[in-house]
């Protein structure tokens, strides 16, 4: 590790090596970034990572399926809900049961809320990246009503737990519905004020047009996912290609564009925001009546095997891989994290941009870093 | 010509956009009913927390000193962390019957990740959730918590 | 005029008569200088208490929150408790840092800063030196900050600081350039460049009425400008948060930290001046041609009073463009000034000379 500290010599000019991080405003998190600069041009990133590594696919090994539900919510801790869903789902595609409707609708609203609310953090957060710390109050703001949301009905506000194998962890709460669409209705009107303050502005725009490209090819060869790589024109979105809960019966648009720069990976999600609240609204009103979760057995054990489920999170893919050997706990569990994917082409869009541009790209990959080291 | 069109016409559009935004933090700035922050230790009094908040888990008593649970250790079991330990004792029922009751429900707040599995799996929903926030203490040991009150018994009828 | 009653010229002059009678003639300057530097001192902290909390208020209300609400009513000792907890911190050595460069770099900050404000004219007779080039004093002396800044950057030993330090260097040396040729255009107009003739001149109408276009054009460039030079945001890359953590000052603490805030807040309070002296007319208060009542009633206002509202008009002006646009890159800062700022300001110059030849201006 120290020999990327020490100043390498090349071609005549010493290269100035930055630490940024592990703990640094704009990293989000315990990431490190070892910056090679020349001037202020990047000339090479190095990410270390594993500060925050828990062992979390180890530990679920000697965990139950329903105990490792709480675990996953602390991976990429802005989707929780989606986390848990995509175990939930693959237990139950191993165990063969039928899932009432209900229960797929509110998981499906549920997931869109925190991809909004998922989306909402990123601009906030994005804006602060770039210097604008107002925005980061406002995108605080309006989280904060989806928060309430989850505590009323979850319990919890981040750290939701609310899916469980079979079902949900208790029925929606009776102001459900009335909330979401009060936020709903809330959100349309401050929505504009996001694009007044930050994608028409001049500076913004000159900050991030053209900064950091991927390509389509290069999103596929690094099997970037999510918003990022719908950015590059990579159709990558899991609702779409394999529908999961209640994705088969709403009509939603994949957002792409084909630049792939950093401020389309902000357009995206900016998009993705107007969809998800489209999909809420064509479901918040017909929840179908029925139970919240199915009786399951008390200890749940799969049938031996491999089992694997992919689901769209705000960041991307994330595929959750359980080997069964028919035990009460799993033989092995592996997540595909989104993020550890989208972190490899950090390097690759910052070369030659400045370090200005390189905070600007590392914020529009919208990396959540426990999620990278699990 | 033309150029010298386009660079006002830049000049300009980007001088509306810069105002675009102002006016939106600036109409904020006059406007100081939209202001959501509180004034936390103040407002304790009338501050509610959601009725599903998990606050941390309690076993709720009512006015008798009796509690629901049984001490068969489930929430034990299906505890991801090793949160809850049950210490039953043997009694001697009137009957003259040897029974399990509970001795012990310790409850480690600090190790908690407030999954809800103990409250969900609890065969004689003993456990809830209290709507308790404020946790922060001085000595770690205080996180500890006792959830069976003192002299506490089985509330009738419970098995 | 009926604000002569404001006026503070006879006091100064009484308190200069009476010290001459009782002391040597070189006592007499010796006491002077001292009740001006004790004024102007206290003065300085207060405005810099003072701003500190506005700033914390007026970002708190853009942002829907509260801002300080602890420390008196509606918070307002907030920052006077901030100042004696910086001044009871510990001051953190820096074992690399280069020692002399690293104390002495918050001071050059700050006296910089402190010698500008004496050229300013708070009201009628009541300024500690009127110099006859005011205008150029003002923003040479100003300007000098940016050596404190540079020092520190070199001195702390750290590369986050010497990246702001450096960037800072480019910023000051590129908006120099703006703020000076906005000036300009309105010595042109009126042509002194003493302040207190400056203002006196704009007693039939402000500079920013009276030379309409051109001047309007060199107030906006001068809010730029005098924006990006007393490093504030959205062009304070020599800070910038997100990316340098703290910039040039991130190696800094206790009242060393604190020299640095004050100095920033004040370099803002200078620049606020000068654009209140140069194109609002200074402490001279708002008159509308012919309305005679309104303008009476405008001339009980008390000129110390006109010149500080008009101030903190363009201080606020600051902080909101701080608090709502996001930061620029180094190069688009120098772009703006070499590609947008100059070459307009430079027209805006011949302009402003062509209208007074012609004599267009009111
Ligand atoms: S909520 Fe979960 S972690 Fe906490 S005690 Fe109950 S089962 Fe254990
Ligand atoms: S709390 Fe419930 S699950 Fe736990 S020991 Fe008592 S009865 Fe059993």
């Known amino acids: 590790?120290?020999?990327?500290?020490?100043?390498?010599?090349?071609?005549?000019?010493?290269?100035?090596?930055?630490?940024?991080?592990?703990?640094?405003?704009?990293?989000?998190?315990?990431?490190?970034?070892?910056?090679?600069?020349?001037?202020?041009?990047?000339?090479?990133?190095?990410?270390?990572?594993?500060?925050?590594?828990?062992?979390?696919?180890?530990?679920?090994?000697?965990?139950?399926?329903?105990?490792?539900?709480?675990?996953?919510?602390?991976?990429?801790?802005?989707?929780?809900?989606?986390?848990?869903?995509?175990?939930?789902?693959?237990?139950?595609?191993?165990?063969?049961?039928?899932?009432?409707?209900?229960?797929?609708?509110?998981?499906?609203?549920?997931?869109?809320?925190?991809?909004?609310?998922?989306?909402?953090?990123?601009?906030?957060?994005?804006?602060?990246?770039?210097?604008?710390?107002?925005?980061?109050?406002?995108?605080?703001?309006?989280?904060?009503?989806?928060?309430?949301?989850?505590?009323?009905?979850?319990?919890?506000?981040?750290?939701?737990?609310?899916?469980?194998?079979?079902?949900?962890?208790?029925?929606?709460?009776?102001?459900?519905?009335?909330?979401?669409?009060?936020?709903?209705?809330?959100?349309?009107?401050?929505?504009?004020?996001?694009?007044?303050?930050?994608?028409?502005?001049?500076?913004?725009?000159?900050?991030?047009?053209?900064?950091?490209?991927?390509?389509?090819?290069?999103?596929?060869?690094?099997?970037?996912?999510?918003?990022?790589?719908?950015?590059?024109?990579?159709?990558?979105?899991?609702?779409?290609?394999?529908?999961?809960?209640?994705?088969?019966?709403?009509?939603?648009?994949?957002?792409?564009?084909?630049?792939?720069?950093?401020?389309?990976?902000?357009?995206?999600?900016?998009?993705?925001?107007?969809?998800?609240?489209?999909?809420?609204?064509?479901?918040?009103?017909?929840?179908?009546?029925?139970?919240?979760?199915?009786?399951?057995?008390?200890i749940i054990r799969l049938p031996e095997g491999e089992y694997y489920q992919r689901v769209e999170t705000a960041r991307g893919e994330l595929g959750v891989y359980i080997i069964s050997d028919g035990n009460k706990n799993p033989y092995r569990v592996k997540f595909r994290s989104p993020n550890f994917v989208n972190l490899s082409v950090l390097n690759m869009l910052s070369k030659g941009f400045k370090i200005a541009d390189l905070i600007a790209i590392s914020g529009s990959l919208d990396l959540i870093i426990p999620d990278i080291d699990r | 010509m033309r150029s010298i069109v386009k660079y006002i016409s830049e000049v300009l559009s980007g001088v509306w956009s810069l105002l675009k935004g102002m006016k939106v933090t600036g109409s904020y700035f006059f406007r100081p009913s939209a202001i959501v922050t509180q004034k936390y230790p103040e407002n304790r009094k009338d501050l509610v927390m959601f009725e599903r908040f998990k606050g941390e888990v309690i076993m709720p008593h009512n006015e008798n000193n009796e509690h629901r649970c049984t001490g068969c250790g489930i929430c034990e079991i299906n505890c991801p962390n090793g949160t809850i330990e049950v210490i039953t004792k043997t009694i001697i029922t009137p009957e003259g019957k040897k029974k399990r009751a509970i001795d012990k429900h310790i409850y480690r707040l600090s190790m908690c990740s407030f999954c809800a599995l103990c409250v969900k799996t609890c065969p004689s929903n003993a456990l809830a959730f209290s709507q308790e926030f404020e946790h922060a203490v001085f000595d770690r040991s205080k996180l500890i918590k006792i959830s069976n009150k003192p002299g506490s018994q089985l509330m009738k009828g419970v098995e | 005029m009926p604000f002569d009653i404001y006026d503070f010229t006879s006091l100064t002059q009484w308190i200069d008569t009476s010290l001459n009678d009782r002391l040597s003639p070189f006592w007499a300057v010796v006491a002077e200088m001292a009740i001006v530097g004790l004024l102007i001192l206290v003065f300085y902290a207060l405005i810099g208490l003072f701003l500190v909390y506005a700033e914390r208020k007026v970002c708190a209300?853009?942002?829907?929150?509260?801002?300080?609400?602890?420390?008196?009513?509606?918070?307002?000792?907030?920052?006077?408790?901030?100042?004696?907890?910086?001044?009871?911190?510990?001051?953190?050595?820096?074992?690399?840092?280069?020692?002399?460069?690293?104390?002495?770099?918050?001071?050059?900050?700050?006296?910089?800063?402190?010698?500008?404000?004496?050229?300013?004219?708070?009201?009628?007779?009541?300024?500690?030196?009127?110099?006859?080039?005011?205008?150029?004093?003002?923003?040479?002396?100003?300007?000098?900050?940016?050596?404190?800044?540079?020092?520190?950057?070199?001195?702390?030993?750290?590369?986050?600081?010497?990246?702001?330090?450096?960037?800072?260097?480019?910023?000051?040396?590129?908006?120099?350039?703006?703020?000076?040729?906005?000036?300009?255009?309105?010595?042109?107009?009126?042509?002194?460049?003493?302040?207190?003739?400056?203002?006196?001149?704009?007693?039939?109408?402000?500079?920013?009425?009276?030379?309409?276009?051109?001047?309007?054009?060199?107030?906006?460039?001068?809010?730029?400008?005098?924006?990006?030079?007393?490093?504030?945001?959205?062009?304070?890359?020599?800070?910038?948060?997100?990316?340098?953590?703290?910039?040039?000052?991130?190696?800094?603490?206790?009242?060393?930290?604190?020299?640095?805030?004050?100095?920033?807040?004040?370099?803002?309070?200078?620049?606020a001046s000068i654009a209140a002296t140069v194109f609002l007319g200074g402490w001279m208060p708002f008159h509308i041609g012919s309305w005679e009542a309104f303008n009476h009633v405008m001339d009980f206002i008390p000129p110390f009073i006109w010149y500080l509202m008009k101030t903190f008009f363009i201080i606020f002006l600051m902080m909101w463009f701080k608090w709502t646009f996001p930061r620029l890159r180094i190069d688009q800062l120098l772009t703006l000034e070499w590609k947008y700022l100059l070459p307009i300001n430079l027209v805006n110059v011949v302009f402003m000379a062509f209208i007074v030849l012609m004599g267009w201006h009111f």
Not at chain 1, 235 to 262: Q, W
């Open chain 3, 61 to 271: 209300f853009m942002q829907n929150r509260l801002g300080p609400n602890r420390v008196g009513p509606f918070g307002i000792f907030q920052t006077v408790a901030d100042l004696i907890k910086l001044l009871l911190v510990e001051l953190v050595p820096i074992r690399n840092a280069d020692k002399f460069l690293f104390n002495v770099a918050p001071f050059i900050v700050i006296i910089a800063s402190f010698m500008a404000i004496s050229a300013i004219p708070f009201a009628k007779g009541l300024h500690a030196i009127d110099l006859n080039i005011g205008v150029f004093y003002v923003i040479a002396v100003s300007a000098l900050g940016v050596i404190g800044v540079l020092l520190a950057g070199w001195s702390s030993n750290n590369k986050y600081s010497l990246i702001g330090a450096m960037r800072s260097g480019a910023q000051i040396v590129s908006y120099e350039l703006s703020v000076g040729l906005s000036l300009i255009t309105v010595i042109i107009l009126a042509g002194t460049m003493q302040l207190s003739e400056i203002v006196q001149a704009q007693s039939t109408g402000w500079f920013i009425f009276r030379g309409h276009i051109p001047a309007f054009i060199a107030f906006v460039i001068f809010l730029i400008a005098s924006t990006a030079e007393t490093n504030r945001g959205p062009f304070d890359l020599a800070e910038a948060e997100s990316e340098l953590t703290a910039g040039f000052h991130t190696e800094y603490s206790g009242i060393k930290f604190a020299f640095f805030f004050l100095a920033e807040y004040m370099n803002m309070f200078i620049v």
């Open chain 1, 1 to 298: 590790m120290e020999e990327h500290l020490k100043n390498s010599v090349t071609d005549g000019q010493e290269e100035y090596v930055l630490n940024i991080g592990p703990q640094h405003p704009s990293t989000h998190g315990v990431l490190r970034l070892v910056a090679s600069l020349r001037g202020e041009i990047v000339t090479n990133i190095e990410p270390h990572i594993g500060y925050i590594h828990r062992g979390i696919e180890k530990m679920c090994e000697s965990l139950t399926y329903p105990q490792i539900i709480h675990l996953t919510d602390r991976m990429d801790y802005l989707s929780a809900h989606i986390n848990n869903e995509a175990v939930c789902l693959n237990v139950e595609k191993a165990l063969e049961i039928d899932i009432p409707d209900r229960i797929k609708v509110i998981r499906t609203i549920m997931a869109e809320l925190t991809r909004i609310q998922s989306h909402q953090l990123f601009w906030a957060t994005f804006g602060m990246d770039l210097g604008g710390l107002t925005c980061f109050f406002y995108g605080l703001r309006d989280r904060e009503k989806v928060l309430d949301i989850f505590e009323e009905t979850c319990g919890g506000r981040m750290i939701v737990s609310y899916n469980c194998p079979g079902g949900l962890m208790h029925d929606i709460h009776p102001g459900f519905q009335k909330r979401v669409k009060e936020f709903i209705e809330y959100f349309r009107k401050t929505l504009p004020e996001y694009d007044q303050l930050l994608t028409g502005n001049v500076i913004f725009r000159e900050r991030t047009m053209g900064i950091g490209k991927l390509t389509l090819g290069e999103a596929i060869a690094h099997g970037i996912t999510g918003p990022t790589a719908r950015a590059s024109g990579f159709s990558c979105d899991v609702r779409k290609k394999e529908p999961y809960s209640a994705y088969d019966r709403i009509k939603f648009n994949e957002v792409l564009f084909t630049e792939g720069d950093t401020y389309h990976r902000y357009l995206v999600r900016m998009d993705e925001m107007r969809q998800s609240m489209d999909i809420i609204e064509q479901l918040i009103d017909n929840i179908p009546e029925g139970p919240y979760a199915v009786k399951m057995k008390p």
